[in-house]
């Protein structure tokens, strides 16, 4: 049986490299980001804490491809050095995708390993900016698609997810590590598109989640709970005009809290986009409602509204608005989580020069806030009760290598 397996594996070797040398390409890339930041209150708290520091930004990108088989590697950083060194912050992210083609179906899987200061993703999610905070999160997701006609397709996706916090020292004004709890989530999602013509899609799907919630660490006295998560969307996507497409999709969705004696919860989602695309101007605009999971210790309802538009002055000179709006609240397992509401407010503009191919320098400024509701018994409204704000102005400069490739 041992003979019978080693050759069965050397035929399966052979074949994908008989594979290989058909026709392949390989291409390697590159990007360095570098810049300086001043923000006058990098933790979005009643007591300003300003901070001035220098960024840096290297990534690095490997693919290879055949007619039926592609690869990818990824690698980046993100270094920042502050005046204030409890804000100092080293970023790594490493990547990998495969994908494979065989007839009428595909066979991909996506991972991503980050490691990275808590408070550069916590903006977007509970708005506790801790320094000192560390936090390591890992993703894979495998997916299968089936073309079942001309107009048909299936598609079948599971995915994991986990997030860990880490923290050294207590936070502004007495916020620590405890308040961010590890998660992770295992979910499935089953979808089908038809395409009735050129302009015209389809699309219906059904997903279901799984979702653990312990303590950050040692010091942490929460316990373990979970959250389920089931529902579906039914939508389309219609192509206007050369220019113009809207997607829009919506369903609903149902939480389930095992021993919160709460019962299930029901609520919309939806995802409404519009996008336009000129010969000198891009603009886009998203209005969307979901839920994921949160390092309160719960799911999140968000709601939001995203808007982006760029218009290039000449073939050097470009100009950039963003702006996003996004009201979260807890969809929890007790009444102090339901307590934590959110909004959040993020709005940017850019000036951007590209002097050289290769080369580009931009000026821009941000303006965040944020205002938790003054109801509810968690330590989080207490201490986070109000509107925060801050202003940033940065300067980059960004070098991007558009790499070398081989092909046989």
């Known amino acids: 049986m041992q003979c019978h397996g080693r050759v069965l594996f050397a035929n399966l070797v052979w ?8 026709a392949a390409e390989l291409k390697v890339a590159g990007n360095v980001d570098q810049g300086v930041e001043y923000d006058d209150n990098i933790s979005l708290r009643s007591e300003p804490a300003s901070a001035f520091g220098y960024l840096l930004r290297p990534s690095f990108r490997l693919d290879w491809k055949t007619a039926s088989m592609a690869a990818g590697i990824s690698a980046g950083g993100d270094i920042r050095r502050y005046d204030d060194e409890r804000w100092n912050c080293d970023n790594v992210t490493l990547g990998l995708n495969l994908r494979y083609v065989r007839k009428r179906n595909a066979f991909s899987v ?6 990275s200061c808590s408070y550069s993703q916590q903006v977007s999610d509970t708005g506790i900016l801790l320094p000192s905070n560390q ?14 006609t001309r107009r048909d397709s299936l598609s079948l996706s ?9 923290s050294t020292v207590a936070g502004p004004n007495g916020v620590s590590g405890i308040n961010l709890r590890d998660n992770q989530s295992f979910g499935v999602n ?10 015209l899609a389809s699309t219906s799907s059904m ?6 919630f312990s303590g950050s660490n040692s010091v942490s006295s929460a316990g373990t709970s979970s959250q389920n998560v089931f529902g579906f969307q039914v939508g389309g ?17 149902w939480v389930q809290s095992p021993g919160s004696g709460s019962g299930l919860n029901f609520g919309e989602t939806f995802n409404v986009a519009v996008d336009y ?19 309160f210790g719960q799911i999140q309802d968000v709601k939001s509204l995203a808007m982006r538009y760029e218009y290039e002055l000449n073939r050097k000179l470009s100009f950039g608005v963003n702006g996003r709006y996004s009201e979260s609240q807890a969809v929890g397992q007790s009444i102090t989580q339901l307590g934590q509401k959110r909004n959040y407010y993020d709005a940017s503009a850019e000036l951007a020069w590209k002097f050289a191919r290769e080369w580009r320098l931009s000026a821009s400024y941000r303006y965040r806030m944020q205002e938790y509701a003054s109801t509810g018994a968690g330590q989080t409204n207490s201490l986070l009760a109000g509107a925060r704000d801050s202003n940033a102005i940065m300067f980059h400069l960004n070098y991007n290598w558009d790499g070398w490739r081989t092909s046989r």
């Open 237 to 253: 996507q219609y192509v206007l005009s050369h220019n113009w497409t809207i997607n829009a999709n919506g369903g609903g969705r």
């Open 158 to 166: 599971p995915n994991y997810s986990q997030t860990a916090f880490t």
């Open 110 to 115: 996506t991972g991503s390993y980050g490691q």
């Open 190 to 199: 089953l979808s089908e598109e038809h395409q009735w013509n050129r302009h």
């Open 207 to 212: 997903f279901f989640s799984h979702s653990i």
């Open 15 to 22: 074949i994908m490299l008989g594979q290989v040398t058909v």
């Open 277 to 295: 695309k000129g010969r000198r101007d891009n603009f886009s605009l998203n209005l969307s409602r979901s839920v994921s999971p949160s390092a």
């Open 135 to 148: 936090s390591d999160s890992k993703t894979l997701s495998p997916n299968w698609s089936w073309q079942m």
